[in-house]
T-cell receptor, first 113, second 113 residues
Framework: NAGVTQTPKFQVLKTGQSMTLQCAQD?????MSWYRQDPGMGLRLIHYSVGAGITDQGEVPNGYNVSRSTTEDFPLRLLSAAPSQTSVYFC????????????FGNGTRLTVT | QKEVEQDPGPLSVPEGAIVSLNCTYS??????FMWYRQYSRKGPELLMYTYSSGNKEDGRFTAQVDKSSKYISLFIRDSQPSDSATYLC?????????????FGKGTKLSVIP
C-alpha cells in the first residue's frame, strides 16, 4: 500500500515564485490536511478538507491555496513564495476525525531563498 | 494559549530506562488523546490512542490521561535505541464546525546504547 504520497521530496524556490506541492492517498479517506513543521513551532495546520469540493482554513492559511476536486488528491499551492515559508510540509489523511488516526506522508522539504 | 503544551526536551536516557513524556491541555472538553512518533526525516505515525481518562497499555508503551489535572503522559518501559524519535501528543478539537487535530511541539528522545 502506498498510503499518502507527497511530491516532490525537496524543492528550492526563489522569493516570488509559485509552485504546487502534490499529495495523493489511496486509502479512500475523506479527510485530508496540510501541516507545516518548523523548529520550535511544532506541526501547524494550514488547510484541510472533509471531502471532495470542501476545504477550510487551519491555523496558518495565509499565502497558501488548496482545492479538492477528487477524493484522492489534495494539492497545496504557494502563490508567491516567501522565505518565511521555508519549512517541511506534511500532508495527512484520515477516514474520520477524531475517531481514526491521521496517516502522514513523508514530507516535502521546501527552501525559499 | 495553545490547545496542547509539550516540553520540547531534548531528552536523553540510557538504554533500559523508563521514559516519561508529558503534555498538558487547556480544554476540559477534550476526550480523545493521541501520541504520535516521528523518526528523523519521516512523517509522524500514530503510536497510541486513548479516549477519556485512565490508562492504556500496548507492549512497552503506556498512555495515561488525568482529566482532573488536564495532563497526558506516555511511559516507555525498557527503552531501546530504536525508540529514539520525536514524540508528539495530539488532541482533536472542534473548529469552524469540523474537528481538527492540534499537536504539541514534540519531545525529542534519544536512547543511548
Amino acid at each position: 500500500n502506498a498510503g499518502v504520497t507527497q511530491t516532490p521530496k525537496f524543492q528550492v524556490l526563489k522569493t516570488g515564485q509559485s509552485m504546487t506541492l502534490q499529495c495523493a492517498q489511496d486509502m479512500n479517506h475523506e479527510y485530508m490536511s496540510w501541516y507545516r513543521q518548523d523548529p520550535g513551532m511544532g506541526l501547524r495546520l494550514i488547510h484541510y478538507s472533509v471531502g471532495a469540493g470542501i476545504t477550510d482554513q487551519g491555523e496558518v492559511p495565509n499565502g497558501y491555496n488548496v482545492s479538492r476536486s477528487t477524493t484522492e488528491d489534495f494539492p497545496l499551492r504557494l502563490l508567491s513564495a516567501a522565505p518565511s515559508q521555508t519549512s517541511v510540509y506534511f500532508c495527512a489523511s484520515s477516514r474520520q476525525i477524531p475517531n481514526s488516526p491521521l496517516h502522514f506522508g513523508n514530507g516535502t522539504r521546501l527552501t525559499v531563498t | 494559549q495553545k490547545e496542547v503544551e509539550q516540553d520540547p526536551g531534548p531528552l536523553s536516557v540510557p538504554e533500559g530506562a523508563i521514559v516519561s513524556l508529558n503534555c498538558t491541555y487547556s480544554n476540559s472538553a477534550f476526550q480523545y488523546f493521541m501520541w504520535y512518533r516521528q523518526y528523523s526525516r519521516k512523517g509522524p505515525e500514530l503510536l497510541m490512542y486513548t479516549y477519556s481518562s485512565g490508562n492504556k497499555e500496548d507492549g512497552r508503551f503506556t498512555a495515561q490521561v488525568d482529566k482532573s489535572s488536564k495532563y497526558i503522559s506516555l511511559f516507555i518501559r525498557d527503552s531501546q535505541p530504536s525508540d529514539s524519535a520525536t514524540y508528539l501528543c495530539a488532541t482533536p478539537y472542534s473548529g469552524a464546525g469540523s474537528y481538527q487535530l492540534t499537536f504539541g511541539k514534540g519531545t525529542k528522545l534519544s536512547v543511548i546504547p
